[in-house]
């Protein structure tokens, strides 16, 4: 609920900012539109936004007039419902029963705005779906020239090679991360 008011307060203030009527505060409406929403949409909003912001930059904000794109992967955990437990059972070493689902996100982060700017979730355990398998989704989202950053579990042989197998022949320089 405290997101929805967050959301809500954030409409206002950009309505009052812009010179407009505020909407009302009641946040009903919002929860349940929002509720409508599919999970591609809102994907799909966030990445347009971030790729808009990415593309208005000040040269200045870019490394050497680079992009440069973290690689991040983590875990989280899903709202204990009847479909997320199917879809993602928790981890092996849960007894059975207990524990909420779990799942594995990746993403990839545009350094300069702090932007997602490419998601792949999938389950927490099960073939396919460690971190490196799920970084394969967000490669088609590099640019050419862009820099990539991420930390050990994606320096392989393979990550290389699908680097420069890219359509746009990424050309990236390897070197170690200072402290590895």
Not at 82 to 100: D, L, R
Not at 125 to 150: S, Y
Request: aromatic share 4%.
């Amino acid at each position: 609920m405290r997101s929805c008011s967050a959301a809500v307060a954030r409409v206002i203030v950009l309505l009052v900012a812009l010179g407009k009527d505020p909407c009302s505060d009641n946040t009903g409406a919002y929860c349940r539109a929002r509720a409508q929403l599919p999970a591609a949409i809102i994907r799909r909003l966030t990445t347009d936004v971030a790729d808009g912001c990415a593309h208005r930059l000040p040269p200045r904000w870019l490394w050497k007039r680079r992009h440069v794109k973290r690689i991040e992967g983590t875990t989280v955990s899903l709202p204990d419902t009847p479909a997320n437990q199917a879809a993602s059972p928790p981890a092996h070493t849960h007894k059975e029963g207990v524990g909420f689902p779990s799942a594995r996100l990746v993403v990839l982060l545009a350094l300069a705005t702090a932007m997602v700017t490419a998601m792949a979730m999938g389950a927490y355990a099960g073939t396919e779906t460690g971190e490196p398998a799920l970084r394969r989704e967000l490669l088609e989202r590099l640019e050419q020239g862009d820099v990539v950053r991420a930390d050990r579990c994606y320096g392989s042989y393979f990550m290389i090679a699908r680097l420069l197998e890219l359509p746009h022949r990424c050309r990236c320089p390897l070197a170690p991360l200072p402290g590895r």
